[in-house]
């Protein structure tokens, strides 16, 4: 997508109007857009703090929402607890503050709503927040486009929106989902009980119906790096494979 | 607006006046790119200048580590909101490359192309006059493959997403052509200290 030239993507103020603790480490907060965007399952919005002093502290943040849920969007942010703004979050903001943000930013990891070809999400922890956009986009536009999702966390209880990747998946013969447990016993026999590599990457890839036409992964950069090898080695073009890797 | 209950982490730096609007200092070094992290041997790698469509002249990894070496430490800012102070780096300067290459400055516009099919563009303003080089090492190492090695492009004053990873070629141009990030949301030139971070900011 190109954003059009003629306008810029201003600041709003925006209401935080719901949180939940999903895991030990990821909250979702709600906010209430006071001026709501289209926008594309994939894209972030930036949040801006203000200290009493001026100082700001600025981060970006993937839409964890559908885009289809009109003047709410919901942010998955995991604590960092070497971090300035998660703990912020996590600790201090409450429902009914108002926090400054701007969006939709982003023109390159954006779910392909006229996708043919199968789609494979490969993403850790947080890392989910753009794929789970994707996922339910797709389930808003009640998209078939053959969809796998990798995802690996460290325990069952780790997994962001774990029952509802669930309850998508034993609803929809066309989404697969694959968890790699890396610290616990995954229950599943479709579910991997190691960290991700290559022959897992390929394993999932041939769940199916035909090679990816697009592949989005996301988390850190060494289990991105780990996974767009494992995507290249099962035979897919770099060309289709997105990448977002947490920044600093 | 002030945020409610939030101070800052405090950085309790010394540097904060080279710290641009909206960044935070970093020690680390985040790794950001769009795609998969490509593999590029100093044995195939290649690097051409062109004008337009023209290559003018193209260097192998041993050609152009022979061009002179120049040492450059910078603060970089990435557009993602970190920066990161005194980078060393060593490489050729643009100068010195278009130099070699017997070229003046055909066009005032340069586009940079990168190994997986990622392009920038620079003005030859901001590339000329020592101020940017091709990096062929950090911190006195060959520049790690996470970040654009064997060679990538350094310009420091301008957000990081202009300094190319793995790239391979400089291309002068008639206009101001917007390269991949540009087309896709982000500033046409991307000045930190104006937060030039999007189409327009």
Redesign the interface.
């Known amino acids: ?3 059009d ?5 201003s600041w709003q ?1 925006s209401a935080i109007i719901n949180t939940i603790q999903q895991t030990a480490t990821i909250k979702s907060f709600f906010f209430r857009l006071a001026e709501p965007f289209s926008y594309t399952a994939g894209q972030h919005v ?1 949040v ?6 001026g ?6 943040y993937s839409i964890a929402s559908s885009p289809s849920d009109t003047g709410i969007i919901e942010l998955a942010i995991e604590r960092l607890s070497d971090g ?1 703004v998660s703990p ?1 979050f996590h600790d ?2 409450a429902v009914g ?4 943000l701007r969006g939709p ?5 954006l779910w392909p709503e006229r996708a043919t070809a199968p789609v494979l999400l490969i993403g850790a922890g947080s890392g989910l927040a753009p794929l789970m956009a994707m996922i339910r986009q797709r389930r808003a536009l009640a998209q078939s486009v053959a969809t796998a999702l990798l995802l690996s966390a460290r325990t069952k209880s780790d997994v962001l929106f774990a029952e509802e990747l669930f309850k998508t998946e034993a609803a929809d013969p066309h989404f697969h989902l694959a968890l790699a447990i890396t610290r616990d016993c995954p229950e599943r026999s479709t579910d991997f009980d190691r960290r991700i590599d290559s022959a897992m990457v390929a394993d999932v890839v041939g769940r199916l119906p035909a090679q990816p036409g697009d592949v989005f992964i996301c988390g850190s ?1 060494g289990f ?2 780990i996974a ?2 494992g ?2 080695a099962a035979g897919l073009q ?2 289709a ?3 977002e ?4 | 607006m002030v945020t409610r209950g939030f101070t800052g982490k405090g950085t309790g730096s010394d540097f904060s006046d080279r710290i641009p609007p909206g960044q935070h200092q970093v020690d680390h070094f985040p790794v950001l790119t769009a795609g998969p992290t490509p593999r590029v041997e100093p044995s195939d790698w290649k690097f051409t200048v062109k004008v337009g469509p023209r290559p003018v002249k193209v260097w192998s990894w041993a050609e152009f580590n022979a061009l002179p070496q120049t040492k450059m430490t910078r603060d970089i800012h990435c557009v993602t909101s970190w920066s990161k102070l005194n980078t060393a780096w060593e490489g050729v300067l643009i100068d010195d490359i278009l130099a070699d290459a017997g070229l003046g400055s055909p066009t005032d516009f340069m586009l940079a192309h990168s190994y997986d099919g990622y392009s920038t563009n620079v003005p030859l303003a901001d590339l000329a006059s020592g101020k940017a080089m091709v990096a062929l090492k950090y911190e006195g190492q060959p520049l790690p493959r996470d970040h654009g090695g064997p060679a990538r492009l350094l310009v420091p004053h301008l957000y990081f997403w202009k300094s190319a990873k793995w790239v391979n070629a400089l291309q002068f141009t008639e206009r101001d052509e917007p390269g991949f990030w540009e087309l896709r949301g982000y500033h046409i030139y991307g000045d930190p200290w104006r937060e030039q971070r999007y189409t327009n900011d």
């Open positions: 997508m190109i954003e030239g003629a306008l810029s993507v103020t930036d801006r703090l203000t200290a009493p002093n100082y700001v502290a600025m981060r970006s300035e912020f201090v903001a503050d108002e926090i400054e930013l982003g023109g390159h990891f950069n991105v790096n767009a090898d995507a290249l770099a060309g494979v997105r990448t890797r947490y920044g600093g």
